[in-house]
C-alpha cells in the first residue's frame, strides 16, 4: 500500500502563489512511481494538472496551468511538489496528489492507483 499526504493549500490572493507538496509512504513505494496533481472543483469534474515521471526531465500540464505551475519531486524525501503562481479565481479547488507505479494516460484519473485526501486551493478576486 502507499500512503499520500499533502499540504500547503490556503487562502491566497488572485496574482499570488503557493507551494503544494504531498509526502509518500508505504511498504511498496518506490522512486519510480509517477507521481501527479489533480484538481476538483464543486460541481466539475477531477481534472488533470500535472506530472512528473521518473526518468523524464520535463514534466506534463494541463494546458491552463502551463508557464504557471511547475511539478517537482525530492526522490530521497518522497515528496513531490507542485509550485502555482500567478494564480487565478479558477484554480481554485480541491487539490489531490496521486501516484501510480505504471500509468501511461497521466491525464486520465481512473488510470491512476493511489490518492491523497486533497488539500483546499482558493484564489480571491
Known amino acids: 500500500q502507499v500512503q499520500l499526504v499533502e499540504s500547503g493549500g490556503g487562502l491566497v490572493q488572485a496574482g499570488g502563489s503557493l507551494r503544494l507538496s504531498c509526502a509518500a509512504s508505504?511498504?511498496?513505494?518506490?522512486?519510480?512511481?509517477?507521481m501527479g496533481w489533480f484538481r476538483q472543483a464543486p460541481g466539475k469534474e477531477r481534472e488533470f494538472v500535472a506530472a512528473t515521471r521518473w526518468g523524464r526531465s520535463n514534466g506534463y500540464y494541463r494546458d491552463s496551468v502551463k508557464g504557471r505551475f511547475t511539478i517537482s519531486r525530492d526522490n530521497p524525501k518522497n515528496t513531490v511538489y507542485l509550485q502555482m503562481n500567478s494564480l487565478k479565481p479558477e484554480d481554485t479547488a480541491v487539490y489531490y496528489c496521486?501516484?501510480?507505479?505504471?500509468?501511461?494516460?497521466?491525464?486520465?484519473?481512473?488510470?491512476?492507483?493511489?490518492w491523497g485526501q486533497g488539500t483546499q486551493v482558493t484564489v480571491s478576486s
Open positions: 508505504g511498504r511498496t513505494f518506490t522512486f519510480t512511481y509517477t
Open positions: 496521486a501516484a501510480d507505479p505504471t500509468v501511461v494516460a497521466v491525464e486520465n484519473f481512473a488510470d491512476w492507483h493511489y
